[in-house]
Structure formats: structure tokens, C-alpha cells
């Protein structure tokens, strides 16, 4: 099963929650907020828990 990761830019606040947890997919960009690296991934695995710990919600994952 495909699942598609969306991310709100604007509302991320750069606390670098998802990044510490899931650094295989995310990453801090130079401007200071988080950026996954793959948008449509097979397996879950740590994006999950870095969508959880986001403390303003802005990272959505469902299936493709």
C-alpha cells in the first residue's frame, strides 16, 4: 500500500519534531522548516510518529 504524505509550509512552525524522529524522510530546510524528502512512500515506517508529534498538525498522511 502507497501512502502520501502533505505538509503545510505555512504553518510550520520549524521546531524540528519530524526531522529528530523520522530523519530518514525529513529534513530542516534553510529556511528554518521541515521538508519531507519523499512525498509518496510505501511503507509508513517513522512518518507516522513525526506526523504525531507535530505540535501544530500541519503534516497529513493518507493513502494513495
Not at 1 to 29: L, T
Not at 36 to 59: F, M, R, S, W, Y
Amino acid at each position: 500500500m502507497a501512502w502520501k504524505i502533505e505538509q503545510d509550509r505555512d504553518a510550520c512552525i520549524g521546531c524540528g519534531a519530524c526531522a529528530s524522529i523520522c530523519p530518514d524522510n525529513w529534513k530542516m530546510e534553510s529556511d528554518g522548516k521541515s521538508k519531507p524528502i519523499k512525498t509518496e512512500i510505501e511503507e509508513l515506517g517513522c512518518n507516522k510518529e513525526a506526523a504525531d508529534a507535530c505540535p501544530v498538525q500541519c503534516i497529513k498522511i493518507e493513502k494513495a
